[in-house]
Every structure is written in structure tokens, then in C-alpha cells.
């Protein structure tokens, strides 16, 4: 997009209370002998102080470039709860029309805000080149959005933007996110490098050192996580135990929460490694453009003894070293990728062979139940009829004795057939609809049963709860606060009347 374009996002910054908010200040001269500590800027001098820091007279074109002392001016911006929380990209620690003043103060690209808004969890890296009339070029940029946090215990995100102007041979630069610890680092990595700090890559390069670093420390943990989790399953090197058997239903629960937490860990760390390495390879070809394009001549803005060329043929050096360290870490997190899934795999199993040892005895028990069960049908098919014509024939429905010829005499041998009652019908009336009646309750209690196991647990939230949490969420977007919504509030809300879950 163009200039303009990136100029009009501006206006979706939200002013926020800039009490809030801590900005720092970096300036350093080439004939200064020291980088002198880093001071803190009041909100409302920002300004004043960045352009007080500029060059008081620029070069005129008549005169060699860059014979002027260079140097740095740096700003240092952050939210005061940064490691507490991540802070929405729109919200920044200037005004508007402030911050559009300083951005022009120290010829930050006008795309800067656009690349810190929606660069996401990947990041993103840019270079602008602006040239004078003669062809020359007069400003080189950078704009580097880190994706997530690079320290392990803070939530900030980094975002950088600095300009290198080629007629005074200053970089400015706007750091954004950083704790304390994270500008010692950078004041403490520029004054030992003092001598290349006036190259337009320097800052890039740096970045990218620091970030590898922290991006190790990522890795060390997860790894150590890992091993720990592998110790018990009997999988990892050197003694192994194989506790994970004797494992209750909670801790194998636990265990597979953090496995597949590893995992996702292992997932953003390869984001943030590949990251490192496209960052490398970006500010290689920047430093193959800038030899294309011959800005290393004529600049001798540093001491004598160490000119451009040198400088950005040390800055190449190290970023190629950190680029196959990059590459060697991301084959690493790769690795331990494969690992956590085979873990993840290995716990399951257990689970399994557990289930499978249970139901294994359960059928050895409903084995036994069985034949205790085809003795007593047994005896029931044996004895049932029986019993049912002994209840029969006992009722007084039925009478046996009545004479079958009853023109007889008395004293002659007769002979006797059953007689059925003219009551018996009254068995009949009342047996056949009590059997009905009990099949019916039978039938109506077993589908209602069912049912409440069926629905007794309800694994996914309804509709109308998953519809709450997402207006929860876009009402916490929109509010004029800096802060993402809290997890533990949403998770609250989200599982609302949830009972059976």
C-alpha cells in the first residue's frame, strides 16, 4: 500500500491513559566515549526530547556525506503491567497526533503501526528505501513485529521500527514491549558494540542475536519438561522407570494435559524459530542491497579504523551464525515435536492395556456370573413348569370331584373328570392386563433410563453458553481497555450452568 493509506490507520489507534505507560530514552553521539544509561521520558516530553536529540544542521549537499558525528536515539516504550499481560496492538503509549509527530521526527515509515496491529502470531519483518534526487539513498527502514513473546515470563510483544538516515549517518529507533532486563540487554550489546551501532543493519542484527538467545531458553525448558514426563513411561535415556503403570485416573489425566500442552508450546516455538531464520535471510539480502546500491561509500560517520564495509561484513558474519543456529534449534524443536507425539502415543497406550486388563477381568467375572446364571435358568426351566401346573391345578377354579355319570348310585365304582369352574374366566381378565400393564411400566422406565444416561453428561456447551462466551469476547475487543480478556473470567462464563460437565 502507499504512504497515505498507512497514515490513515493511524486514526484506529486508541488513546489510552498514558499514565499507564513508561517510555525510556537511548542517544549516543561518535564522539562520545561512552553509551550513557538509558533515562526516563515523561509522557509529555517525548517529543521535545526526541527532537531535541536530532542533528542541530544537516549536511548540505555540497559536502560529503555523513562527515558529521552519527550516532543513536532510541525510544523504549511499554505498558507498566507488560509481563502481566498482553497488551492489544492498537493501543499504543502516544496519542495519535503524537505519536504521527514523533513517527515523522525520526523518519519511522508510516507503515509501522499497520505491521504492529496485524502481523499476528507469525510476525513480520519490512524494509522501505527512500532516495534523494540525485538517486542516492537518503533513508533506509526497517520495520520487525516479533511473533509472541520472546521471554518466558513476560506477556509484551516486541515491535521495532528504526530508520538509518544516510546524509547524518543516525539510526532512531522505537522499541516497544520491553522489560528492564530487555533494554540492559540492548544498551549492553550496543555498547559492546559500540563500533558497528552506526550501521543501518546493526539494530536488525541485534534483534536477531537476542532473540535466538531467549528462543534457546524456550527450548531448555520444554525439553527439560519433557524429559520428566519421559523418566516415568520408561522411554527416556539412561535409567528408566516404568511408574506410569501404577498410575491413577487423575495423574494420567494431568499427564496427557501437559503432554499435549509440551506440544503446542514446541508448535509456537517453531513458529518463533522459523521466524529467526526468514529474519536472517531478510537481513542478508539487506545487506546485499546495501552493497548494491553502494552505501558504504563515502560513510565514515564511525572511527576511522573501522569503516562500513568492515562493519557490515562482521554484522553478515553474525547473522550468518545465528542463522544456522536458528536453523540447528528449529531441527531440534522439530525433534522434540517427535517426541512429545511419541509420548503422547506411549501414555495412551497405557491407558489402553489398562482398560484392556480391566475389561479383561471384568469377562472373567461376568464369566463366572454367567454360569451362576445358566444354573439358576437351569433349575427355573426344570422346576418353572412344574410349578406353574401344581399352581394351576391347586386353584379352586377346577373341581376333581365331581362324578361323571351323576345317574349312578352313590355305591358303584365311578369315575371322575376335572371340571372347570365357571369363575375361571375372572384368571384370565385380571392376569392377562396386569402382565400388560407390568410390560408397559417396564418398557417406559427403561427408555426413561436411557435417556438420563444419555444426556447425564453433556461433553460440549450449549449453544446458548458457547453464543455468551463469544459476545463475552467481542464485547472485551471492543472495550477501551489495552488488556485481552482474562482467561479464568471467560473460562467462568463460558462453563455457566454447565452442571453435568
Not at 127 to 147: H, M, Q
Not at 252 to 257: A, C, D, I, Q
Not at 427 to 450: D, E, F, N, Q, S
Request: aromatic share 12%; charged share 20%; with cysteine.
Amino acid at each position: 500500500m502507499y504512504d497515505e493509506w498507512y497514515l490513515q490507520q493511524l486514526n484506529k489507534i486508541n488513546n489510552s491513559d498514558s499514565s499507564q505507560w513508561e517510555v525510556f530514552g537511548l542517544q549516543y553521539r561518535t564522539d562520545e566515549s561512552t553509551l550513557a544509561a538509558a533515562e526516563r521520558i515523561r509522557s509529555q516530553d517525548v517529543l521535545a526530547w526526541v527532537i531535541d536529540q536530532r542533528p542541530k544542521q544537516s549536511i548540505s549537499d555540497t559536502q560529503t556525506r555523513g562527515t558529521g558525528p552519527a550516532g543513536l536515539q532510541l525510544l523504549f516504550t511499554r505498558h507498566r503491567a507488560h509481563e502481566s499481560y498482553e497488551i492489544k496492538p492498537w493501543f499504543m503509549s502516544f496519542p495519535k497526533q503524537t505519536f504521527r509527530q514523533i513517527s515523522e521526527a525520526m523518519m519511522l515509515p508510516p507503515s509501522y503501526f499497520f505491521l504492529r496491529t496485524n502481523a499476528g502470531g507469525s510476525g513480520d519483518f519490512a524494509k522501505y528505501t527512500t532516495f534523494d534526487e540525485d538517486g542516492n539513498i537518503s533513508t533506509l527502514a526497517f520495520v520487525i513485529r516479533v511473533p509472541h513473546s520472546p521471554r518466558l515470563k513476560a506477556k509484551a510483544i516486541w515491535s521495532v521500527a528504526v530508520s538509518w538516515s544516510a546524509r547524518t549517518g543516525t539510526t532512531s529507533g522505537l522499541f516497544e514491549g520491553m522489560s528492564d532486563d530487555d533494554i540492559d540487554c540492548v544498551t549492553s550489546y550496543t555498547s559492546a558494540k559500540i563500533k558497528q551501532s552506526t550501521h543501518p543493519l546493526f539494530f536488525p542484527a541485534m534483534l536477531l542475536d537476542i532473540l535466538t538467545n531467549l528462543y534457546i531458553q524456550h527450548r531448555k525448558e520444554i525439553e527439560r519438561t519433557l524429559f520428566l514426563l519421559e523418566n516415568p513411561t520408561g522411554i527416556s535415556r539412561g535409567s528408566r522407570k516404568k511408574d506410569a503403570w501404577q498410575w491413577n485416573y487423575d495423574l494420567f489425566r494431568e499427564t496427557t494435559t501437559q503432554c499435549n500442552t509440551i506440544y503446542t508450546n514446541l508448535v509456537y516455538l517453531e513458529r518463533r524459530l522459523d521466524f529467526t531464520v526468514r529474519l536472517s535471510n531478510f537481513i542478508l539480502e539487506s545487506l546485499k542491497f546495501c552493497e548494491d546500491q553502494h552505501v558504504y561509500q563515502e560513510q565514515n560517520s564511525i572511527s576511522p579504523e573501522m569503516g562500513f564495509n568492515q562493519s557490515g561484513k562482521q554484522i553478515e558474519e553474525a547473522v550468518q551464525n545465528a542463522r544456522n543456529f536458528a536453523a540447528s534449534q528449529l531441527h531440534q524443536t522439530i525433534c522434540l515435536q517427535k517426541r512429545s507425539q511419541a509420548l503422547t502415543t506411549v501414555i495412551y497406550t497405557i491407558i489402553t492395556q489398562n482398560d484392556s486388563r480391566t475389561n479383561v477381568k471384568i469377562s472373567k467375572a461376568v464369566k463366572k456370573d454367567s454360569t451362576s446364571m445358566t444354573a439358576i435358568a437351569f433349575l427355573g426351566i426344570v422346576f418353572l413348569p412344574a410349578m406353574l401346573v401344581a399352581s394351576m391345578f391347586s386353584m379352586s377354579m377346577f373341581d376333581f370331584s365331581s362324578p361323571s355319570n351323576p345317574s349312578q348310585s352313590s355305591t358303584s365304582t365311578s369315575t371322575t373328570t376335572s371340571v372347570v369352574n365357571s369363575n375361571f374366566w375372572m384368571y384370565w381378565a385380571v392376569t392377562i392386563p396386569l402382565t400388560l400393564m407390568i410390560l408397559l411400566v417396564w418398557k417406559l422406565w427403561m427408555g426413561r433410563a436411557r435417556d438420563k444416561d444419555k444426556n447425564g453428561r453433556n461433553e460440549y456447551p450449549r449453544t446458548e453458553g458457547l453464543s455468551s462466551y463469544q459476545k463475552k469476547v467481542n464485547e472485551s475487543m471492543e472495550s477501551n481497555t489495552p488488556f485481552y480478556p482474562e482467561q479464568e473470567a471467560l473460562e467462568g462464563h463460558f462453563w455457566k450452568g454447565e452442571e453435568n460437565v
